[in-house]
């Protein structure tokens, strides 16, 4: 009915998302960490019928992209990425991003800077799939740039508005924070809603 086959057997962690769930497959000994995300299609599948571990497991944060088959007894580390119909028959060390046919590793994100970069998407209420600068999808090394620049500017401009004030001036107090759950920009966001509205209404196509 959904598409998904995932054995009884599988074991899963807390928070595990499947993002269109056509053809995914999840075979029996499978392990699955906390916050891993799947699209359509993965198939975690064994490469024999010998009792005991067959199939692979994956660490805690990890994405595998659609259409991606990850065979064996393998472990994927946490953060890892799988890029598209990707086949993995190899263990995939923490936060490395493996693609192609087999697997290869062509980027293994810092540390540090990977985790800089998810605090900044959700600091900003963005989950990127992927948003390190290393990452070869070009769309998403450009969304975690786009990340990087706006933390540069938030930082300035709250310098600015610190020498502003010890001047005597107060330019900064109306500037409503980047926290989603703050009022202040939720009332932001609710006008400038509101705006987009009002000139789409007032669009005329024949002009």
Known sequence: LT?????PGAKI???FFIDHGMGVVIGETAEIGD???LYHGVTLGGTSWNPGKRHPTLGNNVVVGAGAKILGPLYVGENARVGSNAVVVKDVPPGATVVGIPGRIVAKQGAEVTEQRQQLAKKFGFDAYAVASDNPDPVANAIGRMLDHIHCLD???AELCQNINRLGGNVCSEVPTMDIDDEAFREAERKAAEERKRQLEEFDPTI
Request: charged fraction near 35%; charge should be positive.
């Open 3 to 7: 598409g998904v086959e995932i054995h």
């Open 13 to 15: 962690g807390r928070r």
């Open 35 to 37: 916050d891993v995300t």
């Open 155 to 157: 930082i300035k401009v």
